[in-house]
């Protein structure tokens, strides 16, 4: 499989947020884009899809980001996607499992080098 055809779900309330990300990685070659609206439907699309990464958002109605990542583990590969930059909610995201964290507003080419770097 090529990192093109990686399955990335994107996890965001924001619609708007989702499908500026969705571009930036459909422009790039990527295939196997899908998306959640919050961390309940995403936990329902990684069992039923298995995603290879996910980009999540931390602030969300219903399961915040740090709440998904502490009910998947280590076994999934994160990136986090947030507003939120504090030291704090990096270090608890990462000591739970996300293996990257994107800080909005953020540029795409930093986007599409996280992705590239942990699909690699």
């Given at each position: 499989?090529?990192?093109?055809d990686?399955?990335?779900?994107?996890?965001d309330?924001?619609?708007?947020?989702?499908?500026?990300?969705?571009?930036?990685?459909?422009?790039?070659?990527?295939?196997?884009?899908?998306e959640?609206?919050?961390?309940?439907?995403?936990l329902?699309?990684?069992?039923?899809?298995?995603p290879?990464?996910?980009?999540?958002?931390?602030?969300?109605?219903?399961?915040?980001?740090?709440?998904?990542?502490?009910?998947?583990?280590?076994?999934?590969?994160?990136?986090?996607?947030?507003?939120?930059?504090?030291?704090?909610v990096?270090?608890?995201?990462?000591e739970?499992g996300?293996?990257?964290?994107?800080?909005?507003?953020f540029d795409?080419?930093?986007?599409v080098?996280?992705?590239?770097?942990?699909?690699?």
């Amino acid at each position: 499989m090529s990192n093109k055809d990686a399955h990335i779900l994107l996890v965001d309330d924001s619609a708007f947020m989702r499908n500026v990300l969705k571009n930036i990685l459909e422009k790039e070659g990527y295939k196997n884009v899908d998306e959640a609206g919050n961390g309940k439907e995403a936990l329902e699309k990684i069992k039923a899809k298995k995603p290879d990464l996910m980009l999540l958002d931390v602030i969300m109605p219903e399961m915040g980001g740090i709440d998904v990542i502490k009910k998947l583990g280590k076994e999934h590969k994160i990136i986090v996607v947030s507003a939120v930059g504090q030291d704090k909610v990096v270090e608890e995201a990462k000591e739970h499992g996300a293996v990257g964290y994107i800080i909005k507003p953020f540029d795409n080419n930093q986007v599409v080098e996280e992705v590239k770097k942990i699909l690699a």
